[in-house]
């Protein structure tokens, strides 16, 4: 089935669909969460998830917010609007390095171990067994770190060649954010960057107008004031710092470039 290529709003007028992605741990659960709250019905890894292996149409929603989208931008319907949302490269590796994706395989196993806590909590031993069978998982959305990690050793394995925890991460930040780029130049599609500090009321509808909402400020305010910044922060102590001893030389001067070329400013001492 040819799947359609724009959305209708509930005033009956239709509405471009649209992909919001980035690098991991871009707050793209929040962002989900803010233009769903503002009137753009928008899921969360719903299309896109650590299973997809192609894009397979929007369901009910009318854009999806994944950072697993980048690898299936081509084959996007053409007027699919793609919101390249970055976030401050610091923030965004401490993030990664506290979500343990690129951690070792005992900060990995440990990391299943919560996630499957919280299946117990939710649903008894069942979900526990449903948690440990790949295609359950996939079915009822559930995933593990593992789930993660395989998807990155198939899209991004050069961030796993990196030395340490916040390499790696660095690594897949400046990949990840370069390939969103020009996956979407390469396969046409409509791309606006954003960066997720300027969400505000003045940025957020600027989005909201682009994906033809009609949002007023009451609304746009309600969103952000409702809409936790803090809906999928992991826990954790002290990282190792983003410096030039834990990245190398050329490494941090990449991710220095790289910051500046989306308006942060960044020296990796």
Known sequence: MTQPTRAESGSGLARPHFVVTGCAR?????????????????????VFGPHTTGFAGWRAAQGDSSWLAVPFLSQLPRETIVIH????PRAAVDALVRFGIFASERTGVRRDAVALT????????????????????????????????????????????????????????????TR????????????????????????LGALVDLLGGDADPATLDAALTSTSTTANRRPGGRVLPVTRDTLGDELAELLDATARSYGYTLTAS
């Open 26 to 46: 871009s707050a793209t659960t929040y962002t989900a969460r803010l233009l769903s709250a503002a009137g753009c019905s928008c899921t969360h890894e719903a």
């Open 85 to 88: 949302q970055v976030r401050e």
């Open 118 to 177: 919280r299946y117990v909590r939710s649903g008894g031993v069942r979900a526990v067994v449903d948690g440990f069978n790949p295609r359950r998982r996939r079915e009822r959305g559930r995933r593990l770190n593992r789930d993660f990690v395989a998807f990155l050793l198939r899209h991004c394995p050069e961030a796993f060649l990196e030395t340490n925890d916040v390499a790696r991460a660095a690594r897949h930040w400046i990949d990840w954010n």
């Open 180 to 203: 969103v780029e020009s996956e979407a130049a390469a396969a046409g599609l409509p791309y606006r960057r954003i960066r997720v500090e300027e969400l505000d009321l003045d940025g």
